[in-house]
């Protein structure tokens, strides 16, 4: 067995809901013990960072019940079984924000929690963006906001831009500068 790796000896589904499963693992451990894996299972996500043409980020402000409280967030949404990600950041960013995007520039993926869950982000960078209709899933209710770079960084100091794919692209867009 090689130095870090973990074989699964068992898995057993704890819940299976809309968005995650929950797994709880056995696995062997390198030094021969036994140990248990708490797993999310996740269909993956987008995010987009998109710019007016005023150069204000567009956010959206939303409730977030596992935080109780308001959020300030990057357009973003769950991919759908066999969805490619850029289809989904277009879906997204309209569905929330009323935007489209002439271009869709993809940047990085990444694992958010990767402790406990397999959720990867794919984030884009929205690009020549027209207003069109926002229209958000029917349990979504969502407020478009727009903010400056400056405006930005104080949102991130009150809380209220708190999730770091938001704090993420908040960077790059000021790396962009």
Partial sequence: MKKFEEKTVSSNKIFAGKIIKLFVDEVLLPNGQHSKREIVKHPGAVATIAVTKDEKLVLVKQYRKALEKITLEIPAGKLEA???????????????TGYR????KPLYSFYTSPGFADEMIHLFWAEELEQGR???????????????????FAAIEAQQ???AKTILAVQLWKLKE
């Avoid at 995007?101 to 869709?104: N, S, Y």
Wanted: proline share 5%; net charge negative; with cysteine.
């Fill in 161 to 163: 831009i708190c999730d």
């Fill in 82 to 96: 066999g969805e490619e990600p850029v289809a989904c950041a277009r879906r997204e960013l309209e569905e929330e």
């Fill in 101 to 104: 995007a002439k271009k869709m």
């Fill in 134 to 152: 926002v229209n958000p899933d029917q349990d979504e209710f969502v407020d478009l906001v727009e903010l400056t770079m400056d405006e930005c």
